[in-house]
Every structure is written in C-alpha cells, then in structure tokens.
C-alpha cells in the first residue's frame, strides 16, 4: 500500500503575493470570483443604503440602479473599460435622484481599479480624469454645488485607488519581466548543456575513429602479410615471417586495448566528476605511430622539431592527425608506400605535413570509400585548437595532409 502524501497548503502571505503578481485576466475561476464579489458588493451597498444618511433612502428605481450598478461587475476582468462605462452609466442616474452617495462608491472603486491594473497608465488617469468630470458636471446640473464641493473632497479615494492601481500593474510587469528573464537563463542553460553533449558526442566519435580505424587497418596489413606468407609457397613456410607478423598483430591488439581502456576510463570519469579529463596523448606519442606504420610495412621517415611550451590541446591535436594520416597512407597509398612526417614550430605556429608517394588509390588523405570521416575528423581536429588544414593530391603524384595549428591562443586559453 503506497503512502499517501497530503498537499502542502501554501500560506496566506504565500497566497496573497502569488494574488498581486498574477494577472487578474489569467486568474482560474475567474467569472465565479466576481460574482459572488458582486454579490458581496451588492449586499454591501444595501447595507449602506438602508442604515446610513437616513434621509436619502433609496425609492424603487433607486434600488434597481443600485442593484443593477453591480451585476457588470460579473464580467470585469473580461472588459473592463465596457464595465466601468455599464456602471458609470447606472450610478449617475442613481445620484441624480439624490439617493444615498456612499453606497455605490465600492463598487465603483471595484470597477476603476480592475481598469487601472489592466489598461495603460495612460488610459487609466484619462478616465479617472473624464469620470471626475462627468460627475462633476451631473452634480452641478441636478444637485447643488455643496454635494459638488463633497464629491471633489471624496475624489482622493478615486485618486488613490488610480496610483495603487497602476503600481500594482507595474509591479506585476516587474515580476513577469524576471520570471521571463528566468526562463530565457534557463533555455541558455538547456541550450548549452544540449552544445555541449553534442560537442562531446562529436569529441568521443573522433577519438573512437582515430583509434578503431588506425588499429584495424594495421591488423588488416599484418594479416595479409601473413595471409601472403602461407599462399606464397605452402610447402616451404616461413615460420619467423609469419610469427612475427602474429607477434604484430598481437602488440597491436595490446596497444588498442589499453588506448580503448583509457578512453572508457576518461568517460567514465567525465560522467561522475563533470570536465574531468584523463592525460591527453602527445607529439611524444609521433614516433610510435612511425613505427607502427612501418611494421604495417609503411616506409615512413619523420622529421620532428618542437619546443617544450606546446599546449597540450595542441600536442593532441597534431597526434590525432599524423595518426589519421598515416593510417589512411598505409590502407590506400598501395604496398610499402613511401611517407614523410614533418613536425616542426615556425611564427608561433605547430606546422605539420604527412605526405606519401601516393602508389594506391588516395594515399593520406583516404577518402574513396567516399564515406569515411578522416578528413572531417581532421578538420575538426585542427579547428578545435583554431587551425586549418589542407588535404589532396600532390602535384607530382601521392597525396599531402598539411595542417597549422597556433600556440598563441592555445596558451592563452590555457592560461
């Protein structure tokens, strides 16, 4: 049997904020509200009239003005301006039969401020100001100036009803303006937590790509120099041949392995501690790559010269990228390809060139699957740190990759 929780019942200060904030036009229930407050205003006004200023006791059409100067009150948060107008035009008659004056006031007051905490500021002191002068003009009309000395005097309720009327209005312009504000900083932040899981779904999937691709297409080179080995000449197996090109393929596997360990380590990490990030590989990682295109039978020769001050996003970016190229050189530029590595600072920038003699199909820049993403991944590669690169075929025959990725403003973030 599952508890049962019971609602928490908010407070009357809680209740009466959540009342001034809220726009009376989107309030619930809010045609039964103003009727029964018409009905309290209506019994109210009765009172008034039957036991105060004895001497202006409403007479039978007094009474039905009276009574009828509340029942537009119904729809006043629908139309204010047109209920005010309704009750404007039933009180006028009611005090020009000189009947009781207090009684009809708060329903008045009811109908102006429903107009001032709805309508422009503008409109609302335009109508306080042509209701004073309409009432104005019926007392000086069919009653005496001392009851229009009186109704001037009683005016300051009208005016303050106006002034609290429009501060109510622009306190719930305020309020909305920060609720707005609010959900505007929460859509950023929804916006931005979405940016950033798909620049680390896009950062995830280059890292897979550049190790998966890079390891299967040096297993696939091994194992067809081993494949070769035994159809060449059955009879007469080369034993250390085909041992080592196993032995290969089995340090490959080890390598990938611990790569694709410390991948998952690094995701794992992110996903309990946030931005936490593992160690990032480097340019000192370039020569293993060399080595491991050269058992793939690769013939590479490397030149790299760097300082010690290469940002690390930097140093991870041109590994990510020697790695794509030397794996798409080894899969398309044809058997024992020719490649040349060049790694080296010049003008405050980290240049690099992978460039093969392009005997196969591509050569580095391996696109003729026609959907690969090697040279989007290396692109992305070189923009995340603020560089370029530039891919295609060499004039002379083969295939160059060239990238140049800035230390200045790699620095500068980092710092």
């Given amino acids: 049997m599952h508890p049962t929780t019971t609602p928490v019942r908010p407070r009357l200060g809680e209740r009466v904020t959540a009342t001034l904030t809220r726009d009376p036009r989107t309030a619930p229930h809010a045609t039964r509200n103003d ?9 109210l006004a009765a009172v008034l009239a039957a036991f105060t200023d004895t001497l202006r006791h409403p007479d039978a ?22 209920v005010l107008a309704a009750v404007v035009v039933l009180v006028i008659p009611y005090h020009a039969l000189d009947n009781n004056h207090g009684a009809p006031v708060p329903a008045s007051l009811v109908a102006l401020y429903t107009v001032t905490v709805t309508q422009r500021p503008a409109r609302s002191i335009l109508v306080g100001a042509a209701g004073l002068a309409v009432s104005l003009t019926v007392m000086l009309t069919f009653g005496d100036h001392k009851q229009a000395s009186d109704l001037v005097r009683t005016y300051g309720w009208v005016l303050a009803v106006l002034f609290i009327g429009i501060d109510v209005r622009y306190y719930r312009q305020y309020v909305a ?11 950023t932040r929804e916006e931005e937590a979405r940016r950033r899981v798909a620049e680390e779904r896009l950062r995830i999937a280059r ?17 067809s120099v ?41 995701l794992r990490e992110q996903g309990a501690a946030g931005e936490t990030r593992g160690p990032l590989p480097g340019l000192d990682g370039v020569p293993d790559l060399v080595e491991a295109a050269r058992l793939a039978g690769a013939r590479v020769t490397q030149t790299v010269r760097t300082g010690e001050t290469t ?18 050189a080894v899969r398309h530029a044809g058997a024992e390809p020719v490649v040349r590595v060049e790694v080296y600072e010049e003008q405050g920038a980290l240049r690099l060139a992978v460039t093969d003699d392009g005997a196969g199909d591509t050569g580095a820049g391996g696109s003729s699957d026609g959907g690969g993403f090697g040279l ?21 025959g083969g295939f160059e990759v060239t990238a140049v990725l800035p230390l200045r403003g790699a620095l500068e973030g980092a710092g």
């Fill in 35 to 43: 009727a029964v407050l018409a009905a309290v205003l209506a019994g």
């Fill in 177 to 187: 303006s920060l609720v707005e504000r609010a959900e505007r900083a929460e859509r």
């Fill in 207 to 223: 890292d897979l790509h550049d190790l998966l691709a890079h390891t299967i297409t040096l297993i696939g080179v091994q194992t």
């Fill in 226 to 266: 081993a494949a070769h080995v035994l159809a060449a000449d059955p009879e007469r197996l080369d034993r250390e041949t085909i041992a080592k090109a196993l032995n290969d393929i089995a340090d490959t596997c080890r390598t990938a392995r611990g790569e694709l360990r410390t991948t998952l380590e690094v």
């Fill in 311 to 328: 940002p690390p996003a930097v140093g991870a970016a041109a590994y990510r990228i020697v790695q794509e190229a030397l794996t798409n």
């Fill in 376 to 396: 989007v991944g290396m692109r992305e590669r070189a923009r995340s740190v603020g560089g370029t690169l530039d891919a295609g075929p060499r004039a002379g």
């Fill in 61 to 82: 059409l007094g009474w039905t003005l009276l009574l009828a100067a509340h029942v537009p009150l119904v729809w006043r948060r629908r139309r204010p301006l047109p």
